[in-house]
């Protein structure tokens, strides 16, 4: 039978609860009780096929104390007239709360709206509209709201995330919680303390002026006579972007490789320096100017993923060539070749006709299903033979 049973009724509520809408009413003090459930009643020809079923399902619901159940007559031939419930009313938040079982939740958000009312009545909306999102963090509550007041009171602080001095607070309670932080900072902090420029967890400290860790470039010379530290042997150098564009190597060729393995073992090359790539980021390069003056050559894997950093690269330089991606490359070495698990399949409109063709073989399965040539699997002497050609 489809008449609406009990554990229907509770179904009605509960879609209202993880909808968010009773908790939101707690906020914003919109009654949304009284109100009447659906009810699918049984038609004349089922009370008169299943009488007793409906005497229990009558039954069933009476004994429902925290519903209203408004009866209506009928007449019918064979029985004669009858009262079948018409209506089935919820009169309150509490015989809601009753039905489904949420008064614990309810005590927990009711709390948290008092607590925000008394700090931080500009969030009060944010709490209307994500309720179950602030039950989620409702251990938490008071120490967001109490970096969100540092904040007021600190706007832009010019400070590592580290020097936050909030007591019972560390640095990476604030960083796990980036995401909510952000949302509660932009509703309450005025337009001149947000870089609105900035977007995303990962740009959290810039768009509300903190400090940031910087970005390091990890590179080695590969011409001794043009060492930055000629007393020194073998040097694997880090610095920081902003010293990395100030250099003035006097080098001609710069070579990026994604393996630190292939970065270290690189052979030594006249005029020339490799760089530890940094996968799809390459942001950090973009204020070395010198590098424009360079030939610059991409080395990464053979798959979907290697020719889109490709492509991204010469978003910022023109000139990248890619070195050891191409077919033959692919060919010679067909007993290392593995798996990509996740391919891209992105048009990529900076790709040399050779890369395209490479690049659509491997997106549209052309070779194998999902083939990749990770770059440690190619022999050294094949790369000293490379860049033999190069020179």
Known sequence: MSWTTPADLRTQLQRLWERGEILASLVTGESLFPRRLTLKRPTSTEIAEHFSEVRVWIESLRKMTCCRLEMREFKYRLFGTNTLPHEIWIDSVEDALSLIGKQREVARFTALVAMTRQQQPELLDWLAKKPQRALELAEEWQRLLAIVAWLKAHPRPGVYLRQVDIPGIHSKFIEYHRGVLSELLDLVLPAEAIDFTASGVNQFARRYGFLEKPLCIRFRVL???????????????????????????????????????????????????????????????????????????????????????????????????????????????????????????????????????????????????NLRLEQEHIGFEWVKAALAALA
Request: hydrophobic share 40%; proline share 3%.
């Open 223 to 369: 011409d001794r006579a043009h060492a930055l530290l000629p007393a020194v042997g073998e040097q694997d150098i880090s610095l920081d972007a902003a010293s990395f564009a100030r250099l003035n190597p006097k080098l001609s060729r710069v070579f990026i490789t994604e393996n630190e393995i292939n970065f270290l073992a690189f052979p030594n090359v006249k005029y020339s320096l490799i760089i530890f790539g940094a996968g799809y980021g390459f942001e950090m390069l973009r204020k070395a100017t010198w590098l424009e003056n360079c030939r610059i050559y991409y080395w990464g894997d053979i798959d979907t993923h290697g020719f889109a950093i490709l492509d991204q690269l010469r978003s910022q330089f023109e000139q990248v060539e890619s070195f050891l991606m191409d077919r033959a490359t692919l060919l010679a070495f067909e007993a290392q070749w593995g798996i990509e698990t996740k391919p891209t399949r992105h048009e990529l409109s900076r790709l040399t006709p050779e890369e395209k063709a490479l690049y659509d073989d491997l997106r549209d399965n052309r070779l194998r299903k």
